[in-house]
């Protein structure tokens, strides 16, 4: 009898697991890595330096009004006439208007229970038609 013989082979029936600790951690690294995170998507707004103030004649202002509702009630300036459009409209009123009046100002006032869906959508009706002073405030009852 040889001394090889006696001894039986016999496979492991464990998984090795000495290695798993540096494996999830080189692949934790690597996703940490090569992961990019979206940028914020916003309102691309140039708000001016804190305190400024102008005075702005009021025949330079074309009062937006968003209701709670979405409707846009429209008013130019002093005059007491009023006009209701969808915020959709916006974009031809704002290219008719500032054709006579270069110097207009949008002055776009949301109600406060409005969702913000309908003010952005007349921001976006107001930069479809290239408007470049834009006032925004809260709409007071």
């Given at each position: 009898m040889s001394v090889l013989g006696?001894?039986?082979s016999k496979a492991s029936s464990e998984?090795?697991?000495?290695?798993m600790a540096d494996i999830?951690?080189?692949?934790?690294?690597?996703f940490l890595v090569t992961t990019t995170f979206p940028k914020d998507k916003g309102l691309a707004i140039v708000l001016p330096e804190p305190g400024e103030e102008a005075q702005v004649s009021q025949k330079n202002?074309?009062?937006?009004?968003?209701q709670s509702s979405g409707i846009v009630t429209v008013k130019r300036g002093?005059?007491?006439?009023?006009?209701?459009m969808r915020p959709q409209e916006i974009e031809g009123l704002w290219r008719?208007?500032?054709?006579s009046n270069p110097n207009l100002i949008a002055a776009v006032k949301t109600d406060p229970d409005a969702p913000y869906k309908f003010m952005v959508?007349?921001?976006?009706a107001l930069h479809s038609a290239n408007a470049e002073r834009i006032s925004l405030q809260?709409?007071?009852?």
């Amino acid at each position: 009898m040889s001394v090889l013989g006696n001894k039986k082979s016999k496979a492991s029936s464990e998984v090795p697991t000495s290695s798993m600790a540096d494996i999830a951690f080189l692949l934790l690294i690597f996703f940490l890595v090569t992961t990019t995170f979206p940028k914020d998507k916003g309102l691309a707004i140039v708000l001016p330096e804190p305190g400024e103030e102008a005075q702005v004649s009021q025949k330079n202002i074309l009062h937006l009004l968003i209701q709670s509702s979405g409707i846009v009630t429209v008013k130019r300036g002093e005059s007491q006439q009023e006009q209701q459009m969808r915020p959709q409209e916006i974009e031809g009123l704002w290219r008719q208007e500032v054709t006579s009046n270069p110097n207009l100002i949008a002055a776009v006032k949301t109600d406060p229970d409005a969702p913000y869906k309908f003010m952005v959508d007349v921001l976006d009706a107001l930069h479809s038609a290239n408007a470049e002073r834009i006032s925004l405030q809260v709409l007071e009852n």
